[in-house]
């Protein structure tokens, strides 16, 4: 069994190009405003097509940082994206509300630093990125 491999940061149709060739399952559109990769919605929907594009490419995922639900469902909405990242200190509930509009949730968690809620939480997400 191989490794499910997720590249973060995406910003360019070439490099979800490569992360393709590549054989990548997943890449990550960072929606986190303090993130030097950064995309705004249009930039994120242009990496969707291009992952559809690149034959049944990478998964593309949102991820957020302490987003609320209206906004990961807009951006969502907007770009396309059906599987989404929590990387902050969501609640299980809002990992339940996204869950139940049909989107693939990932949690992001620090094995040193996750706080006892995030990690007694954790188990609510599909899948978990420690």
Known sequence: MRPWVKICGVTREVDVEAC???????????FWRGSRRHVTLERARELVT??????GGPIPVG????????????????????????????????VHRLQAVGLTVLRAVSVPSASPEVAHEAPAADLLLV
Do not use: K, M, Y
């Open 20 to 30: 393709a060739a590549a054989g990548v399952d997943a890449i990550g559109l960072n």
């Open 63 to 94: 991820v957020f940082v302490d987003a609320g639900f209206e906004e990961i469902l807009e951006a969502c909405r907007v770009t396309g994206l059906g599987w989404v990242q929590l990387h902050g200190s969501e609640p299980a509930r809002l």
């Open 50 to 55: 291009a992952s559809a594009a690149a034959g």
